[in-house]
């Protein structure tokens, strides 16, 4: 089983110092079931690849007892695929970098740099969905190859094999222990009793990222083998580390935002520019990204011009208000049909999401945090993929000219970040160019000639 780590930060010889391994030297260590051994096939100031091969003696682990998940004969995949094996020699053999720990280079440790994991051979139940649905709202660009169930018969179809690379800006030990905790997940076993010490460890290692994963009870369900008693308690206590309601507070801190916002009418000048916009689109199928309570819903359905509008978003009781602000329940049926509503995660694919010409982001990506904002820049401008994107957020440097709003204050509690318009360019473009768009931006509001405009809209199109 072969699995790398690469790196682009620079000097990316840094690596050694994050993993504990000098580039310069191969390292073997003894594991209960087998060897592992660390090498750096490249070790440059610019890029520098860390290898772990582990080495599993499948025959010493059978005279021993040891289970295996799918064969119990000598003859079985574990040497070559990605399993709890792995889980076990990265815990083991890069225990520090699993821990974020690093004396010489502790401000780097704690840093995101560029950084791709690449298995030779992953073993996944449920296929390339599964693979996505866990690892890319994590913030990871996966890009993964199946392999035929054999090369010389294509006709009996794919393997559960695939060969992955996971692409993404994060820390070194939020990769080890995503890697850590979801191979085992993806392969849907582990060779040893799990008991309630795996709880403590999923928690452990899951925290501040597994209570607010889209799919946290499959992962939950899958690393604790279906144990209900386990799988009940792990779920139970990941509950109690969340927000508290956070549906609940939806409305509240909406209205703390438009509060601040209200002396200029400020929302209403936004969803009449978005409008605007897509109707000069031509679009007649729109998507709403993060609809919330439905206003621009209830704007594009003023106009003929749209014949199928999709809300989306991931809040339920958001839903729930939009559904009675609209008044789904009172149209007429053709009026009725123009109009749905979804509940489903941002940041993974959905294919129920694809063949739109237009989409609306207004005022959601202020919401995302940094990998979850990745992860959603793939759902909508590769997966979904409409003609024309819209995306406004709030423009910082006018934040001064509100009063009622402290100095380095957020206009929303819930705002991850709020961009310059420099900052707005500078990811649009990006994004642009890396999805094949082309982008333009237009002020919203009062435009101050130091300052810009409150509201900041970038129009993406194709």
């Not at 709880?199 to 939950?220: A, M, Q």
């Not at 438009?258 to 409008?275: H, I, K, S, W, Y």
């Not at 435009?447 to 809209?457: I, L, N």
């Amino acid at each position: 089983m072969l699995l790398t780590i690469t790196t682009t930060h620079q000097p990316a010889t840094d690596l050694g110092h994050l993993l504990h391994k000098h580039p310069d030297r191969l390292q073997s260590f003894s594991l209960p079931f087998g060897e592992a051994h660390v090498f750096y096939p490249e070790a440059t100031e610019e890029r520098c690849t860390a290898a772990l091969l582990l080495d599993v003696d499948p025959v010493g682990l059978i005279r021993r007892g040891v289970r295996f998940p799918r064969l119990d004969q000598y003859v079985n995949d574990r040497p070559y695929a990605a399993s709890s094996f792995t889980s076990v020699a990265i815990s083991r053999v890069f225990n520090d970098a699993l821990g974020g720990r690093s004396k010489s280079h502790a401000e780097l440790a704690a840093t995101p740099i560029p950084l791709k994991a690449h298995l030779a051979v992953l073993p996944c139940s449920g296929g390339e969905g599964i693979l996505r649905r866990l690892f890319e709202p994590l913030g990871y660009a996966v890009h993964a190859t199946t392999h035929p169930l054999d090369v010389n018969f294509p006709e009996w179809g794919d393997s559960r094999y695939f060969t992955v690379d996971f692409e993404g800006t994060v820390r070194l030990q939020d990769l080890l222990t995503h890697l850590y905790v979801l191979i085992p997940v993806l392969d849907a076993d582990k060779h040893y009793w799990v008991d309630e010490a795996e709880v403590e460890k999923l928690l452990r290692r899951g925290e501040g990222w597994l209570p607010n994963h889209p799919d946290r009870e499959l992962i939950v369900n899958r690393y604790l083998r279906y144990r209900r008693s386990l799988t009940t308690d792990a779920l139970a206590q990941l509950l109690r580390e969340e927000k508290p309601d956070p549906d609940a507070e939806l409305e509240t801190r909406t209205s703390e935002e438009e509060a601040v916002e209200e002396p200029l009418r400020l929302n209403e000048q936004r969803l009449g520019a978005v409008v605007s916009v897509l109707r000069a689109s031509g679009a007649q199928r729109v998507l709403d990204v993060g609809c919330g309570s439905g206003q621009l819903m209830r704007e594009l359905m003023r106009d003929k011009q749209f014949e199928q509008i999709l809300g989306v978003d991931i809040s339920h009781r958001a839903l729930e208000v939009a559904q009675s602000r609209l008044r789904l329940d009172e149209l007429a049926p053709r009026q009725r049909d123009r109009v749905q509503l979804l509940q489903t995660a941002l940041t993974y694919r959905d294919r129920r999401l694809a063949g739109y010409d237009a989409a609306a982001v207004v005022e959601v990506i202020e919401h995302l945090d940094e990998p979850r904002l990745r992860a959603f820049e793939r759902v909508l401008f590769e997966n979904a993929r409409p003609g024309t994107v819209v995306v406004t957020t709030p423009n910082c440097e006018y934040n001064v000219k509100f009063e009622a709003l402290p100095a380095g204050r957020f206009r929303h509690r819930d705002h991850r970040f709020e961009w310059t318009r420099k900052e707005l360019e500078d990811w649009a473009g990006e994004v642009a160019g890396r999805f094949g768009y082309s982008t333009r931006f237009l002020p919203i509001g009062p435009e101050d000639p130091a300052v810009g405009a409150p509201t900041q809209m970038a129009v993406f199109e194709r």
